[in-house]
């Protein structure tokens, strides 16, 4: 059987739907906004972002009337979608910081640390379960320029503190046994893994316990200026309010101003099911850390609570930034990331996958959170993560959260929070640019020629595809 088949075969009982919200611990949605009413802070989006945001302005102020709206229901989008593995980057790593703030690195690596204990602090204190695990970050090197790429990275982790590990092709191979793996970096605190749809769900009774007011199914339908404040239409309703903060990452690339900044690029994952301890055995991951490799196409895997594998990678666009295109809801979009699976852990060929999906994820040319100011700042955008999210995300919204109240702390002031990331070509060019970038990245390490030129071009243009782009 040919590589492909033996992954049609594995995919034939596949649900294509998110392993993390195929559980039957969803809570129930909270009604529509029917009606008019009044708030001092809307959040206009319920996943991570917006979440932490209702929470934060709450602990805060306790007397601040908090509402937040939801398109569709708490998780549904990127935050209960991802790989889930924790960092204390807050601008999508420390390669892609450097690149990006490098005068700001000492600063934003206190701050990433500050925000994984305050982050491990909330979910103590609301008693949060979500399965979480401390088990660290292992980047694994595919191929001798993967190991040179993990000197360099080790150097950074080193230079700002972190508890890193340089692990040689045995030593990774012993933590995580796979024939591809020539060596690895493995930072072991601070970082881990968690079930998303779980601390979404967690964090939302947190908020509705703070008093925060929660509208699922409402989306955002129109915005004026009240001069000041805010009137936001919903299809049943309207909202007054004081300030507005809008958290919606990849959805908001609807908006025409948000658009141009914000791509719905597309990431692809696959979960197997549960792993016998023979299984389980043949590779190791007793330490079960979050794991991401060197390819060009990067592949990202971690384990579930119940020892599955999930594993992802394989970027993709549709066009005009479609977020939910039919035609992805298929095997064949996940062939390729199968076969990945297969070559990287050959002891597991005969396992199959009960679990694959797809969604957007809001691709800006820095990969980090930025902020967009509306109606005379009494409305502020904030996102365009791209990775790293689950944590990033509660950094982002404190900050968004300042920005919006005036609030005069010295993260307003820096570069990630004053500038814009660089904008994106308009349709056609830029699906054509994504398709070609896309198939690009799938044959580079393979193919080489007229691929590297082409990869440099996109990276000088901003886009820094060569780096991690999810956990």
């Not at 602090?121 to 379960?129: G, Q, V, W």
């Not at 991951?285 to 394989?314: C, E, H, K, P, S």
């Amino acid at each position: 059987m040919n590589p492909f088949e033996q992954a049609k075969k594995a995919l034939l009982k596949t649900k294509f739907f998110p392993y993390w919200l195929d559980n039957e611990a969803a809570p129930a949605p909270e009604p529509a906004l029917k009606g008019s009413i009044s708030c001092d802070l809307l959040i206009v989006g319920a996943g991570f972002t917006g979440l932490w945001a209702a929470i934060h302005a709450k602990e805060q102020n306790p007397n601040r009337d908090v509402v937040l709206i939801e398109a569709q229901c708490i998780a549904i989008g990127a935050s209960g979608r991802p790989a889930a593995i924790l960092s204390t980057s807050v601008m999508h790593g420390l390669d892609n910081a450097q690149r990006f703030f490098p005068e700001d690195m000492d600063e934003l690596e206190r701050l990433g640390k500050e925000n994984m204990d305050g982050f491990k602090d909330t979910i103590a204190r609301y008693n949060i379960d979500c399965d979480i695990e401390w088990g660290g970050e292992l980047t694994v090197a595919v191929g001798e320029d993967g190991v040179e790429d993990l000197a360099k990275e080790y150097k950074l982790y080193k230079q700002y503190g972190h508890d890193a590990y340089l692990l040689n092709a045995e030593e990774v191979r012993t933590e995580l046994n796979s024939p591809l793996f020539c060596g690895g970096l493995w930072s072991k605190s601070r970082s881990g893994t968690v079930h998303p749809a779980k601390l979404a769900w967690g964090l939302k009774r947190a908020a509705k316990e703070l008093g925060v007011r929660i509208y699922e199914y409402t989306p955002l339908v129109d915005s004026r200026h009240l001069k000041p404040g805010v009137m936001v239409t919903t299809p049943e309703g309207e909202v007054k309010a004081n300030k507005v903060l809008l958290a919606t990452n990849a959805f908001a690339a609807g908006s025409k101003k948000i658009r141009r900044r914000v791509a719905a690029i597309r990431d692809r994952i696959v979960v197997t099911e549960p792993l016998t301890d023979e299984q389980l055995a043949s590779i190791g991951w007793q330490n079960r850390q979050g794991v991401y490799d060197t390819r060009t196409q990067l592949n990202y895997m971690r384990l579930t609570a119940d020892n599955r594998i999930l594993f992802g990678g394989r970027l993709g666009y549709f066009f005009n930034n479609n977020t939910d295109p039919k035609d992805d809801k298929s095997a064949d979009n996940f062939l390729m990331l199968v076969k990945n699976f297969y070559d990287t852990f050959p002891t597991l060929k005969d396992v199959n996958f009960s679990h694959a999906w797809s969604g957007p994820i809001g691709l800006t040319t820095r990969m980090a959170v930025h902020y967009q100011h509306y109606h005379d700042g009494d409305m502020i955008y904030a996102g365009g993560y791209s990775g790293f999210g689950v944590t990033a995300t509660r950094f982002g919204a404190r900050v968004g959260l300042a920005i919006l109240d005036g609030d005069d702390i010295p993260e307003t002031k820096m570069g990630f929070a004053t500038t814009q990331p660089n904008y994106i070509p308009p349709e056609p060019f830029r699906w054509f640019g994504a398709k070609v970038t896309m198939y690009a990245l799938d044959t580079y390490d393979e193919k080489g020629g007229w691929r590297k030129p082409w990869i440099s071009l996109v990276e000088k243009m901003g886009f820094p595809v060569t780096q991690n782009e999810l956990g």
